[in-house]
């Protein structure tokens, strides 16, 4: 007998082909294909709901800031839950949110009249690949809850609780010309409204496209005097992701001096 063969019996250590073992056999992409979709769509699921979304600006309300008028790409951001699971809204941030009764009356369903494919949008809504059958607009705040807001001071600015603020980020206005087209004159600017006390749990939101924007100042006699609840934010607005020449972190400025 060979010394190395004897040492393999010695010792116990046969190859596979002396011990009548099948060799093994790799698995199947296709047997685990499923798996890896089931857990895709969990994890797609988890991110959606708890961590943050994709949302593409439907209007030209916050133009620049947001691109999303008629005829040009309109941005998707990404927008994050977490921080106001941790606290509320503050002024100056940008927000998605459901809009009220109120400001949803014009909104139309994007679901298919079909009920099998609508099923199928509404599942794949809970997982991310479809938009939500909802009116989610984005604003941005201004005034939050117990706070008192109006527009304008002499110089045209919004107040809040009789505090002018800044924002460099409003481009488009209605004019507004100190001495003959104020608040005060016969003929108004298109700027002005009335005081509005914002009520607790609450925010008062205003598109950065001030003359095309039909945000709080346009529903100030429903339930909640424009206002809209914080139940209704789905999140804060960070990043533009698309279109790629555009991408970059959307700024959410303090706009309340202290």
Partial sequence: MNPSESGKRRFGRRDRSERNEPAGKPRSFWRELPV????????????????????L?????????????????????VVEKIGYRFGDPSAGDVIVFLGPDSWSENYKSIRSDN?????????????????????????????TGGQTVECCDDQGRILVDGK??????????????????????????GRCF???????????????????????????????????????????????????????KISSPDIQSN
């Fill in 164 to 189: 002018p603020l800044d924002e460099p980020y409003v481009v488009n206005d209605f004019p507004f010309v100190p001495g003959s087209l104020t608040c005060q004159t016969d003929v108004k600017s």
């Fill in 194 to 248: 009335p005081a509005v006390k914002v009520p607790d749990g609450n925010l008062w939101m205003m598109g950065d496209n001030r003359n095309n924007s039909a945000d709080s100042r346009f529903h100030r006699g429903d339930e909640y005097q424009g206002t809209v609840p914080v139940e209704n934010v789905r999140g804060k607005a960070v990043f533009i992701v698309l279109p790629p020449g555009r991408m970059g």
């Fill in 115 to 143: 009920a099998v494919l609508r099923g199928l949008q509404n599942i794949g809504s809970v997982f991310g690949v479809v938009p939500p059958d909802e009116n989610d607009l984005v604003k941005r705040v201004i005034a």
């Fill in 57 to 77: 600006i439907p209007s030209e309300s916050m133009e620049p800031t947001l691109h999303g008028c008629a005829g040009c790409t309109g941005d998707r951001i």
């Fill in 36 to 55: 890896l979709l089931l857990v895709a769509l969990l994890l797609s699921f988890l991110l959606q709901t708890f961590i943050a979304r994709v949302y």
